[in-house]
């Protein structure tokens, strides 16, 4: 069966089931994502990571939980957020097989190969989130979260430049052509759907606000088998920090 046939069924389950519970919670989430659209792993032609900076990536969402007592421990919670995910890299490469596009006095040339020198990437992705997840709240203080989420891409940017270096067109043998500075914009390239892995968790600091933490871990390389800008899958690893408020209690 289609994964998210499978997600959709667990969801409306958990939704309509909770109806049927004797305590329900209702929360507003909001938050900032902080991490990298990055390889598991640093691929040996990526030689040094210059520098990282993670861009303004809000998160706000709602939560339905339920639990079948006020005193049980074990739980479960559904719910839709709209997340934010980007960063800026620069880094030093080496034979590096990329798409990359160069301005001339004649106009753009397209090169395809690898490519050694200075990179910068820049990553600004936005999602519509369907977390699902199990809950342990072992006191009043605690509540701690794990399970999955799904979620489609419906914002996509991933670009930067390539610059002080050289492409080997065609590949590692290829001919030698020199860049001093050229671009690539690869947003269009992006799979539109992602599903992964994500726990956390939660904190109280008053009658209704929670502090939290949560790491989102991608399972689902976010290009395609078939993408050529890079020879290595790139995963959607970041942590939600924020806090959580809780509307209703039933």
Same mark, same amino acid.
């Given at each position: ?139 009043? %203080?605690?509540?701690?979260? +794990? ?6 891409? !419906?914002?996509?940017? /991933?670009? =930067? ?5 050289y492409i080997r067109n ?13 671009e690539f914009d690869f ?22 606000? %929670?502090?939290?933490?949560? +790491? ?6 976010? !290009?395609?088998?078939? /993408?050529? =800008? ?20 039933q």
């Open positions: 069966m289609n994964l998210r046939i499978i997600f959709l069924f667990i969801f409306c389950g958990l939704a309509s089931g909770a109806n049927a519970q004797l305590h329900l919670e209702h929360r507003i989430q909001a938050g900032f994502n902080i991490g990298g659209t990055a390889p598991v792993g640093l691929p040996n032609t990526i030689r040094k990571i210059n520098s990282y900076r993670p861009e303004f990536c809000p998160s706000l969402g709602y939560e339905l939980s339920w639990r079948p007592a006020n005193s049980a421990i074990w739980g479960a919670a559904v719910g839709v957020k709209l997340d934010y995910k980007g960063m800026t890299t620069t880094d030093e490469v080496m034979y590096f097989h990329t798409m990359i596009t160069m301005e001339d006095g004649s106009g753009k040339s397209e090169f395809e190969g690898a490519f050694t020198g200075k990179n910068r990437t820049t990553v600004r992705n936005a999602y519509v989130s369907f977390p699902i997840s199990a809950t342990y709240t072992p006191n009043a %203080n605690w509540r701690l979260h +794990l399970g999955g989420y799904m979620a489609w891409l !419906f914002s996509a940017n /991933f670009y =930067g430049n390539v610059s002080d270096g065609g590949g590692s043998l290829g001919e030698k052509v020199n860049v001093e500075e050229a947003g269009t390239d992006m799979r539109r759907f992602d599903v992964g892995l994500q726990g956390g968790a939660e904190r109280s600091i008053g009658k209704k606000i %929670n502090v939290m933490g949560t +790491l989102n871990w991608g399972l689902r390389p976010v !290009f395609p088998s078939e /993408f050529r =800008g890079m020879d290595f899958p790139m995963y959607n690893i970041y942590c939600t920090l924020g806090v959580s408020y809780r509307i209703q209690a």
